[in-house]
Nanobody
Framework: QVQLVESGGGLVQPGGSLRLSCAASGILFSNYAMGWYRQAPGKQRDVVAQITSGDTTTYADSVKGRFTISRDDAKNTVYLQMNSLEPEDTAVYYC?????????WGQGTQVTVSS
């Protein structure tokens, strides 16, 4: 059974930082591309950052220079370090694992940026 469990969300003031974690089980983690997506109320789910099995990273333009995705294959975990957070970053953040035709999602963690 594949599980992706996100943690680290919460309420933070503008300009603050959060670190999201996603622990995976039931997959050969090192073979999967991992990603973080987010969905704000009334909007579609959009990609935030992705990291391949070879550690190549890509970012949405809106988070470049502020967010960093990384992975620890020994811990089956992917991280999203979020700095200089803005109210526009408020959303539910979802972890994704993808390889060929396999595509898995976590249940999401809420991030709220507000003063």
């Amino acid at each position: 059974q594949v599980q992706l469990v996100e943690s680290g969300g919460g309420l933070v003031q503008p300009g603050g930082s959060l670190r999201l974690s996603c622990a995976a089980s039931g997959i050969l983690f090192s073979n999967y591309a991992m990603g973080w997506y987010r969905q704000a109320p009334g909007k579609q789910r959009d990609v935030v950052a992705q990291i391949t099995s070879g550690d190549t990273t890509t970012y949405a333009d809106s988070v470049k220079g502020r967010f960093t995705i990384s992975r620890d294959d020994a811990k089956n975990t992917v991280y999203l370090q979020m700095n200089s957070l803005e109210p526009e970053d408020t959303a539910v953040y979802y972890c994704n694992a993808r390889r060929r035709t396999f595509n898995y999602w976590g249940q999401g963690t809420q991030v709220t940026v507000s003063s």
